[in-house]
């Protein structure tokens, strides 16, 4: 993203340094690009035949943007005004291990390897700094081209880039949040360690964003792309509220086009009330590496605002003096349920009997509501729907805000079915961790789990069920637990569909008629693999597949 940023707004620059690496590397980068992958190769061979399980290779040619920064910017000053030539990392390679053993072996297994690339070698040496420990070694090679090489645990990858801690201990790497704290951390032995009487929150340890374990391509546009689409009917505000200790931040999703109202009845916030006196927007902005921290007056948002992904806000703290005056068109304008559950009753005043209402229609259907599973159904969609428990969904239901055969329609439907696909590196006690995170929220595996090996990959495919005991989950809860889960690099989860009603609906989709029908062939595949297999023939004519 640096890199693109610096090609459009500094184009001469970025020329003329692209120009001097591959002056320096005597090639163009797709040239070295085959030669890296061929050097990858050949290190990945070695391990495997050593019995080093599961390492990754990974290389790399240095960055315009990342040169010019180290020889041009104030960042490293020890390279400032030197040319391109003393930068001793142009090209790069990272072996991954699985643990600390291997991570010696590694190096005595590629050593050979490598000097028969190398012409000057530069001795190696364990580096332990932060909480994590790499070998870290460079070498030119015969045509005079710099080598970074470090070999490194993925435990110790993620500390290094990431500052994941994995359980609690006294040494830790300095990850962003350290700095915040301003109190409880010194320094020992070049080691950043928690003071023995300073009693620093668990959760502070262990803190890390999901999106730490979201597993990328090699290809910016794509990944930016992907990015960009699962966010483009969503935004995520920051609400700064005060806590326990002092100004603590949730990070609030919301739909698009959501208004200050929205932000003021979600569940996290819930401050919307006849005392409601109205957001503000936090101006902050932060520069850089060095960072400069400059915030403007707070502004107070008109209740017609609409926000965006990054908006920071915060309640207005003046008690208002005169009863609460929202506009008019506020109920029309808010995106939320809760939001127009709240201004409707601070309206009508009509709570109570909505949620009599409300229950009554749930009960003239599926009768008195003491089915554990159809409790559970109603806990599941008041969840997704944003509200805070059962009774706000009622009243909801009630007051016309959720459409009565919305909810019939769900509490109707069958048990819910959920099929989960996970790709990793095989190791043992994998599957049991699979099926622990199963366990946790009390589903069952329908049918058989399907496993395929290939090398040291595995792809396990299975399908669970519902059941009366079933804790409520998102699909997306489930695939976060599994993305943490060691070794695992992909996890897909998603609703099993009716099929049939698929199959149904074919004939009325004219030009997709194909593509509809390798989609039912996938679903059928875990539900009637023998009708898969007749959808997925290319021998079958249309015709008959549609008949």
Known sequence: ?????????????YERVKDEIVELLKGSYEEVERELAEFRRALLIELSKRSIRNAVVQTRIKAPYSIWEKTCGERRPEYKSKSIESLPDILGVRIIVENEVDLNRAYEIISPLVERYAVVNIEYKLEIKRGFS??????????????EFFIITKRDLD?????????ITLKFPKPQWIYKLGRGIKEENGEFVVEVNFDIPRVKLNQTFSSDNIQMSDKFAENFDRLYKSLENSIFIVYLHEGKKGKELDVIELPRDSIPVDVAAHIDCDRLSPNYSGMLKVFLTKHGENPIREERNRELLSENSVLSTGDIVILNPQYPTKELSLPVDIYIRAKTPRAKLIIRNLEKNGFNE???LGKSIVEKNFGRVNKKMLYRKLEYFSKIKGFANIVELYAALGGGIIEENE???YLSSKLRRIIIEVKATDRIGLLKDITSVIENYKLNIVGDIKANKQGGNVSIRFIV???SMTKPFTNADIRSKLLKIKNIEEAKVQNVTEVYSIISSIQSLGKDLLKVIKVAAEQMKYLNPLLANFLDNPSISLQEKLI
């Open 407 to 409: 909810l019939l329609k």
């Open 134 to 147: 790499r070998i870290d070694f460079n070498f030119y090679d015969n045509k005079n081209r710099p080598y």
């Open 159 to 167: 500390k290094l880039f990431l500052g994941v801690v994995d359980e």
């Open 1 to 13: 993203l640096r890199n693109g940023a610096f090609r459009l707004s500094n184009p001469v620059e």
């Open 465 to 467: 069920e519902e059941t």
């Open 354 to 356: 909505w949620f009599k």
